[in-house]
């Protein structure tokens, strides 16, 4: 399984971003899929999770700003980011977490742990 993602940079506050996250090797269809991010110095935070029946999950700190969505014949997840504030500068994953659902919360999980791993893409807000 490989995951990479693509699609992060250097916002202003108030931007948006579109993250990709292209697959081989699954196919996201049929999998629960998520993106977890990590600012310096702090623990990883998943903040989005879409599973094979397009349910989904999110972070109560990007509810309302943040859409996670997929396209399963290019097998690619994406990760839609509206009105950026510097709190969300990090780096960006996605992840792949096995054919069971989205988890129950409070974190915006899939209920399997997540398996695989993309090398990451890095987000930074700028105020």
């Known amino acids: 399984v490989e995951l990479v993602e693509s699609g992060g940079g250097s916002v202003q506050t108030g931007g948006s971003l579109r993250l990709s996250c292209r697959a081989s090797?699954?196919?996201?269809?049929?999998?629960?899929m998520g993106w977890v991010r990590q600012a310096p110095g702090k623990e990883r935070e998943g903040i989005a999770a879409?599973?094979?029946?397009?349910?989904?999950i999110y972070a109560g700190s990007v509810k309302g700003r943040f859409t996670i969505s997929k396209d399963n014949a290019k097998n690619t997840l994406f990760l839609q980011m509206n009105s950026l504030q510097p709190e969300d500068t990090a780096m960006y994953y996605c992840a792949e977490g096995g054919t069971y659902g989205v988890g129950a919360g409070p974190e915006a999980t899939c209920h399997h742990e997540y398996i695989d791993w993309g090398q990451g893409t890095q987000v930074t807000v700028s105020s």
């Open positions: 090797g699954v196919k996201i269809g049929a999998y629960c």
């Open positions: 879409i599973d094979s029946d397009g349910d989904t």
